[in-house]
């Protein structure tokens, strides 16, 4: 497409809660951004989208999509680059099926997922949908580093109208468990490439018979780029996992394991199953065979599992699940996604995602819920040290002092390394599982070995990097947002951590190039840095966590479900290198269980302030490309709606017969209509706006009847990951009266 066809906004088509949010919620920015000649586009990311994008030759010609994401990829390396991402599903091997298997029901030809792939057709099918995989859209999208932070009418109206908290008792059984020694923490090693290091680097394995096997070559290396690799023991990591079982069921509390298996799509679902394997340990050594010649493999969750032997004849499925019944009754229960339907931690891996999770526990008090549908405390087994401490040391600190208070708490924004895949969350094509006993070693273009270890099989080994330009670029915006606060600004990293006492070295030369010694910018290790931050904030002050890109991650759903309840509200700027913007809305995901409320009681409790606040943000940089100062106009009304909305307390509620999605999304069209004919700055657009806010006003009875008359029912959306465009639009834009004002 020319630049000259191409949308001034590009609006991103996702998964589940935020794209049956977008069915109602565009239509409305598109004709309000067209009054100031202002095109907003979609390119579609879902991963139903992603799929179809990836096997054209299975279908038809009119079936065939583009690929998005490519596409996308592409223009955020422009200066012309505005984005409005929503949260997408990163999906897990379990979630992928089920994707493929919709489309087939549909009509589409696309073929299953191979899981033990024979032939080159299926090992390269598998390839291609393995991309699809998992954390596969924002490493590609995020060209930029990230400023996360809330927007002051979202925290005076938090502290104004606090959300639940749980009470946190001293006696509290809850805790962290991390491994003793052996984890990705304790082998890391990590230098930075000097110019004479620089170039194409490669991993190889080499077997305790000195055989060399190349596992990733090609690996551009530039001057400046902190390059680490470490590895994890799995021989010590089921052995702590298997003193943790036994550890929970001698403490009483339920057992637990919080990891990030969809954006450490290699790494985390292997760890998972060690979780799995050794929970059900007797069950997959007496039935070896028999599992084995099923396919089934602990990766992919007992939920997996369960599907697998449900193909076996009748009363070998049953032996099977009587002994899964019975291993499973003789641990410690396990922390439950849904009680009622017997859902546990280990089903599938992504659906409990730490970022989230710990904080949804840390929030209640420390409870989870059980097996028996009851909240109680929970040992949380979070393997690898690098990150634990941050949530051992918060879940310590709430024992000693009590919850948090959301009426007088300050706030903790985050700016976090990202950009050209920073870190752990770029390191998928370079984590491997040891295939042998042997040594990986990563060798650089000059011949010399960076770095090398000695790994038995299974080991998972990985190597991240990040590139000198996205840090430069992190610590300078890190400096910029101390100087727009003024607030207390910390580094989060740990001089005891290999990588991060590559990155201190490189931080204290940034801020020295910047003249930036004098700002008070403090390097603190994240358990420190925890504690800190806390305590700040509890007298009511704000700070800045100036962090790398997993603690990016954390922080943002840590830090805002305690102070807004949840993540969902924040504001989440990605700076583009290239000087494009990318806009994301919240922080927080694609909220899954607001869909299954939705189809079954015709109620949409999902918030799109997030995507209030990125409208705003990307009209106003809108209008400074455009240099329209119409466009700047849009943008603050945005503001001021949004501000409105809020104070007026028009919000999704949770419940049906409460205000929903939709409600919410017909009163900011109200406000950003009236705002819009007040405003005094734009004589034109008050006038065009004036007849549509009266309009929107007076007819407010009929519309909002009209919006909730299905309210209570279940609703047809004619698939899952790939909805039905008529039926969804049926369900999320039910008022005509409502649709007739906007078009
Ligand atoms: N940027 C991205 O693309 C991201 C994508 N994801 C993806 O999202 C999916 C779900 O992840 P998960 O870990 O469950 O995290 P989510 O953030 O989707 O959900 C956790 C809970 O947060 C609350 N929540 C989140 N967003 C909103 C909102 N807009 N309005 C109201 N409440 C909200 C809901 O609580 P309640 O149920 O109590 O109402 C929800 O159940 C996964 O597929 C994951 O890969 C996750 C994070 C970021
Ligand atoms: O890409 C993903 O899988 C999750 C991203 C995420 O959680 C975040 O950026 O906060
Ligand atoms: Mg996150």
Not at 184 to 194: C, G, P, Q, V
Not at 538 to 563: A, C, H, M
Not at 729 to 739: D, I
């Amino acid at each position: 497409m020319s630049d000259k066809k191409r949308p001034d906004i590009l609006y991103t088509i996702v998964d589940e809660a935020p794209q049956l949010a977008s069915v109602s919620l565009l239509p409305i920015i598109q004709s309000f951004a067209s009054t100031v000649d202002v095109t907003v586009g979609t390119r579609d990311i879902s991963l139903a989208g992603r799929i179809l994008a990836t096997v054209p030759e299975f279908l038809t010609e009119g079936q065939r999509q583009s690929d998005d994401l490519a596409v996308l990829g592409e223009l955020v390396k422009t200066p012309e680059a505005n984005v409005i991402k929503l949260p997408n599903v990163s999906a897990s091997i379990p979630q992928l099926s089920a994707a493929i298997s919709e489309l087939q029901v549909q009509g589409f030809a696309v073929p299953d997922y191979p899981e033990n792939p024979q032939t080159e057709a299926e090992k390269s099918l598998q390839a291609r949908y393995d991309a699809i995989k998992g954390s596969a859209v924002n490493p590609v999208l995020r060209e930029g580093n990230s400023d996360r932070r809330s927007a002051r009418a979202v925290k005076n109206y938090a502290m104004k109208n606090p959300h639940s908290m749980g009470a946190w008792a001293s006696t509290s059984k809850t805790h962290v468990a991390s491994m003793p020694g052996n984890d990705f923490y304790a082998n890391e090693k990590s230098a930075t490439i000097s110019a004479a290091q620089a170039g194409k680097a490669k991993i190889e394995f080499v077997d305790t018979a000195g055989k060399v096997s190349l596992l990733k070559g090609d690996l551009n290396l530039l001057e400046g780029t902190v390059v680490d690799a470490t590895f994890m023991s799995a021989t010590a990591l089921r052995a702590f996992i298997r003193n943790e079982i036994v550890d929970a069921a001698a403490q009483g509390v339920l057992f637990s394991v919080h990891l990030k298996a969809t954006m450490m799509k290699v790494s985390d679902p292997i760890i998972f199953g060690h979780f799995v394997y050794v929970y059900l340990e007797d069950v997959f050594t007496k039935h070896a065979d028999v599992l084995a010649e099923l396919g089934a493999n602990p990766n992919n969750g007992i939920g997996d599992l369960l599907a697998k032997i449900d193909g076996l004849p009748a009363d070998k499925k049953a032996e099977i699940a009587a002994d899964i019944e019975a291993s499973m009754a003789a641990k410690p229960p396990l922390y439950m996604v849904d009680s009622d339907k017997g859902i546990t931690n280990l089903h599938v891996s992504s659906d409990v995602i730490i970022d989230a999770s710990l904080p949804a526990l840390i929030r209640a008090g420390g409870k989870s819920w059980g097996p028996d549908g009851k909240a109680a405390d929970t040992k949380c087994v979070v393997p690898d040290n690098c990150y634990a401490g941050i949530y051992d040391e918060t879940i310590n600190y709430f024992k000693e002092t009590g919850a948090l208070d959301p009426t007088t708490s300050g706030s903790v924004s985050n700016v976090g390394l990202m950009a050209q895949k920073a870190e752990e969350y770029g390191s998928h094509p370079t984590t491997f599982e040891a295939p042998a006993n042997g040594t990986i070693r990563y060798v650089l273009a000059n011949g010399e070995t960076l770095h090398s270890h000695e790994v038995a099989a299974g080991d998972i080994w990985r190597s991240s990097s990040a590139n000198a330009a996205p840090i430069k670029d992190w610590v300078k915006l890190g400096i910029s947002r101390q100087k727009a606060t003024g607030s207390a600004a910390v580094f989060w990293l740990d001089e005891n951590r290999a990588h991060d006492a590559q990155l201190i070295k490189a931080v204290k030369a940034i801020l020295t190039e910047e003249g930036a010694n004098d700002l008070g910018l403090q390097i603190m290790a994240p358990r420190e840095a925890t504690r800190y931050s806390l305590e700040l904030i509890r007298q009511g002050k704000d700070v800045i966590s100036i962090t790398g890109n997993v603690l990016r991650d954390y922080l943002t759903d840590l830090f805002p479900i305690l102070e807004l309840g949840t993540s969902a509200k924040m504001l989440s700027i990605v700076k583009l290198m290239n000087g494009g913007g990318m806009f994301e809305t919240g922080a927080g995901g694609s909220a899954p269980k607001h869909v299954q409320q939705l189809v079954s009681e015709g109620h949409l409790r999902w918030d799109s302030l997030g995507e209030f606040c990125a409208l705003g943000e990307s009209l106003t940089f809108l209008a400074e490309s455009k240099g329209d100062p119409r466009v700047a106009v849009l943008g603050r009304a945005v503001d001021d709606a949004t501000e409105k909305l809020l104070d007026t307390g028009k919000s999704p509620g949770r419940k049906v017969g409460q205000l929903d999605n939709r409600d919410s999304h017909y009163f900011f069209a109200l406000y950003w209509a009236e705002a819009l004919a007040a405003q005094t700055d734009d004589a034109d657009l008050a006038a065009h706006f004036a007849p549509i806010a009266a309009e929107l006003a007076a007819k407010q009875d009929v519309i909002l009847a009209e919006l909730s008359a299905t309210q209570g029912q279940a609703a047809d959306l004619g698939g899952y990951y790939h909805t039905d465009l008529e039926k969804t639009v049926a369900v999320m834009r039910p008022s005509a009266t409502f649709n007739a004002i906007v078009g």
